[in-house]
């Protein structure tokens, strides 16, 4: 059984950075491709050692933030939010996720310039309506370039969206304010 669990991570694994690959150089240069697709690796590595450490039992959010954010401007990027574990196949998506718009914020937006900032927030899974526990995240960038809307939706994009939204199992939102753009994802939590 052991074998088989380990056989099916591993096979899921090489399918995500095949993918990421494939997507990640297509339309662009050697260089760049290279660069992305290593910042991509490093920010999935980064959550896999953080699963390791709890014997791929748990995450916790706010480790993976900080372990993702860590090659960015993190004076500019204060993250807050009540304790919150999530479940080992998330933990990989929020850290490519976070990836992605922190790799954005620095060449398009908020980061680009010197009084920009990014705010990573949560909310305590509380109960709703429905009784069920619902996180709220949010990624906020403010102070940066008037934002417009790209005119298509690259691979980034519809990696926050949809991986996010597959691994857990809600909806996603990019929404590019003219101040700044916000991320949100509202889940279940169990």
């Known amino acids: 059984m052991l074998t088989h669990a380990l056989e099916h991570r591993i096979k899921n694994i090489l399918l995500m950075v095949s993918a990421m690959a494939s997507q990640t150089m297509r339309n662009t240069d ?12 490093r920010a999935l590595a980064h959550a896999h050692d953080i699963l390791n450490d709890t014997r791929w039992t748990d995450a916790s959010m706010m480790e993976v933030i900080a372990n993702t954010i860590a090659v960015f401007p993190t004076q500019q990027i204060p993250i807050f939010g009540p304790p919150v574990s999530f479940s080992p196949k ?14 954005n914020a620095p060449n398009y937006c908020a980061l680009s310039t010197p009084n920009g900032a990014v705010s990573v927030e949560w909310t305590s899974p509380a109960k709703s309506e429905a009784d069920a526990e619902t996180l709220v995240w949010r990624w906020i960038e403010t102070g940066g370039p008037r934002v417009t809307p790209p005119s298509r939706r690259g691979f980034g994009t519809i990696l926050v969206e949809n991986l996010l939204a597959i691994d857990f199992e809600r909806s996603v939102r990019i929404i590019y304010h003219p101040t700044g753009v916000e991320c949100v994802l509202t889940a279940p939590m169990t």
């Open 30 to 41: 050697i260089e760049t491709g290279r660069t992305v697709l290593a910042d991509r690796l």
């Open 90 to 103: 998330m933990a990989p998506s929020l850290a490519l996720a976070v990836n992605e718009l922190g790799t």
